[in-house]
Nanobody
Framework: EGQLVESGGGVVQPGGSLTLSCATS????????MSWVRQAPGKGMEWITG????????YYADSVKGRVAISRDVDKSTLHLQMDSLHSEDTAMYYC????????????????WGEGTQVTVSS
């Protein structure tokens, strides 16, 4: 019954910034590690970042390291993704997902998925 709703996607120019949000409900937010996954046109799913249940450890894929920051707002049960220095390769559908442990991120073993929000980087 867990629900995740992403928002904040849109069109941005190369080098620009964007902040995505993921509102959650139907499960205990603080007991789940959270992650962002994306899928570019014609490509497979790519894990890009995740954060543990306590919010004190974050993990990033090499493709986005240094350009994005993941965070979670416990009071609002909401996950965020701050993205900077965006380029065309970042164009994708972005999904947030909840897992029982950060150890499951790269195996895509998520309990709940959102419907996604589109990010398009274009000049």
């Amino acid at each position: 019954e867990g629900q995740l709703v992403e928002s904040g996607g849109g069109v941005v120019q190369p080098g620009g910034s964007l902040t995505l949000s993921c509102a959650t409900s139907g499960f205990t937010f603080t007991k789940f590690a959270m992650s962002w996954v994306r899928q570019a046109p014609g490509k497979g799913m790519e894990w890009i970042t995740g954060i543990n249940s306590r919010g004190d450890s974050a993990y990033y894929a090499d493709s986005v390291k240094g350009r994005v920051a993941i965070s979670r707002d416990v009071d609002k049960s909401t996950l965020h993704l701050q993205m900077d220095s965006l380029h065309s390769e970042d164009t994708a559908m972005y999904y947030c997902a909840a897992a029982q442990s950060f150890r499951f991120f790269k195996e895509f073993l998520f309990n709940y998925w959102g419907e996604g929000t589109q990010v398009t980087v274009s000049s």
